[in-house]
């Protein structure tokens, strides 16, 4: 399934993006929570040992957990690589290598995969008796997308990463209702969860009424097309004025009038035209500053929808960078995750065209 293959209410939906948990760490849990918290978890824990009870007092710890470090924002895994501290506590979703001897061994260390070189290895360690779940453990085991909340330990050889909850990203929670569930979970296990299409913004909309006939057709028009003319044209359809580029800039405009699911949205863009004189080619994360940065601090705008630009085709390490920046957990009923949009020469190609903008072009 590709975020393709989801409805545009599915989509664009304000979902609760929660974990469905698979490891727990209940002393690191309780010992990184504010006292009144830590309190309040004591008091609210149910009695007993059976099965049921104790995976009801996780499920009480993880979302307070999570609703914690929304409150704190506490930094996505990359951002707390950037801020090279010695421990810090980070939220984020990442995708982990496989670890078979999660089976046999008490304690396990495995990668995570990172587009982004910090100069040294990523390994998670933990001990296998804070399994919560069998299939968390098959899950691990396979190597897949998982929320983690973590410390990160900054030392000499590796970054290590000392987990307090891993678990897949899940959609499917009480605060979406019923109606959803099937397709929310299917969105989640297959990672498309968070993002949306160009098309689902109001404001873009009638690109779907532009047929494209090859690869040639957008990519003579794209390849010449000023990043500057660009940001005029996307600037104007929101009605806004542009404003000026500088080297610190989070973003390369900043609008709170797009429109999605009959909804104002705040947006950040980033913009990449075609580079120049240079090589007209797809987008990865080496275009996008030293580590990722711009993408850094897009997110980092605090805007609802999160949206990278570009002349040219849009690489997956881009996609893997903005999802796991954008989308966080958001524990029990402490908010709505954030979503993230791509739209790459192709699709600018249609924007333009649907909205007149190569005929203002042409015609001076």
Not at 291 to 311: K, N, P, W
């Amino acid at each position: 399934m590709s975020v393709h293959d989801i409805s545009s209410d599915i989509r664009t939906g304000d979902f609760f993006y929660t974990i469905d948990m698979g490891f727990l760490n209940r002393r690191l849990c309780i010992s990184v929570l504010p006292r009144m918290l830590q309190d309040h978890y004591i008091q609210n824990q149910k009695p007993g040992n059976d099965p049921m009870t104790v995976h009801a007092n996780y499920r009480l710890l993880s979302n307070m957990l999570l609703d914690a470090c929304r409150q704190l924002s506490v930094p996505a895994l990359l951002k707390a690589l950037e801020l090279g501290e010695q421990t810090h506590l980070f939220l984020s979703t990442q995708r982990l290598t496989p670890c078979e001897d999660i089976f046999e061994s008490s304690r396990v260390d495995h990668l995570v995969e990172l587009d982004i070189d910090f100069g040294k290895p990523i390994h998670i360690t933990y001990h296998t008796e804070h399994l919560v779940s069998t299939t968390g453990k098959e899950r691990l085991a396979k190597g897949t997308d998982q929320s983690i909340v973590g410390l990160l330990h900054n030392k000499p050889d590796r970054f290590e990463i000392e987990p307090l909850v891993i678990g897949t990203p899940l959609l499917d929670h009480p605060c979406n209702g019923d109606a959803n569930r099937y397709l929310t979970w299917n969105a989640s296990r297959n990672g498309c969860y968070g993002e949306i299409l160009p098309e689902d913004i109001a404001e873009f909309s009638k690109m779907v009424e532009v047929q494209v006939s090859d690869a040639d057709e957008w990519m003579d028009v794209m390849k010449k097309m000023p990043e500057e003319k660009i940001k005029q044209f996307f600037a104007g359809l929101f009605g806004e004025p542009t404003k000026k580029d500088w080297g610190g800039e989070s973003n390369d405009h900043f609008s709170a009038n797009v429109t999605v699911a009959d909804h104002r949205r705040t947006a950040a863009f980033l913009l990449k035209g075609p580079c120049g004189g240079k090589l007209f080619r797809g987008m990865t994360l080496d275009m996008c500053g030293k580590r990722a940065d711009q993408v850094l601090r897009l997110t980092e705008s605090d805007a609802e929808i999160s949206i990278v630009q570009h002349c040219h085709s849009i690489g997956e390490d881009i996609r893997k960078t903005l999802r796991s920046l954008t989308v966080a957990p958001s524990g029990s009923v402490s908010g709505i995750a954030r979503k993230y949009c791509l739209i790459d020469g192709h699709a600018t190609y249609r924007i333009l065209k649907a909205y007149g903008c190569l005929k203002k072009e042409k015609g001076g």
